[in-house]
């Protein structure tokens, strides 16, 4: 009977560290909704093992007075789908230059970011190819998931620095948007649930 009594006092505790926070997301183009479900199903696996229940809305849709217990807005930048006309690259671009950014001000990094669709589509396209747009709307969305998961970790823990590996290393390449199977560090968990924890 003790044993019992600890289990659900441990799932009571597992369930209020759980916080929420609402992903709003602005697309400048339009968009595939397989990316979109993939993009919801991405974040929700990769931030709840840190406590965060992530909800993504989409701007259009959100009704009046809308009430957030935490808010994280993103610009979509481009055409966030893969049927969308690629220019190719120019001979020097730099497949390392930033997916996502998010901004600070005084210091403090706010709560506000953008997603360079072209640019991750083009990072994918160098391992995928091209030709199969249909076929490759769920993983561009897996790949814009992790994108902001990583700009999220930022915003929410308030750091800047970036951790040796996983998710949260300072480059993400077409390989780790693609393989999956990439996680949150424990210390960048924590650092989330601290970030969390002060609002």
């Known amino acids: ?81 893969m049927d969308a006309e690629t220019v190719p690259p120019e001979p020097l671009y730099d497949e390392r230059g930033p997916l996502a950014k998010s901004y600070s001000s005084d210091g403090q990094i706010l709560h506000f970011g953008e997603v360079e669709c072209d640019s991750v589509r083009r990072c994918l396209q160098r391992v995928m190819g091209r030709g199969k747009p249909d076929k490759d709307q769920a993983p561009f969305g897996t790949a814009l998931g992790i994108v902001v998961a990583h ?31 990439i996680s949150i560090p424990l210390a960048a968990r924590a650092a989330l649930r601290r970030g969390l924890s002060s609002k």
């Open 1 to 81: 009977m003790r044993s019992v009594a600890l289990w659900f006092c441990c799932v009571a505790f597992a369930q209020a560290a759980t916080q929420k926070v609402t992903v709003l997301v602005n697309f400048e183009k339009p968009h595939s909704a397989v990316s979109v479900e993939a993009f919801r199903q991405e974040l929700k696996e990769l931030l709840e093992p840190a406590g965060v229940t992530v909800e993504l809305m989409l701007r259009r849709d959100l009704g009046n007075y809308p009430e957030f217990s935490e808010l994280v807005v993103f610009e979509m930048k481009g055409s966030c789908s």
């Open 151 to 181: 700009e999220l970790y930022h915003m929410i823990a308030g750091e800047k620095a970036h951790t040796k590996s996983g998710l949260t290393k300072e480059s993400l390449s077409a390989r780790d948007l693609l393989n999956g199977g």
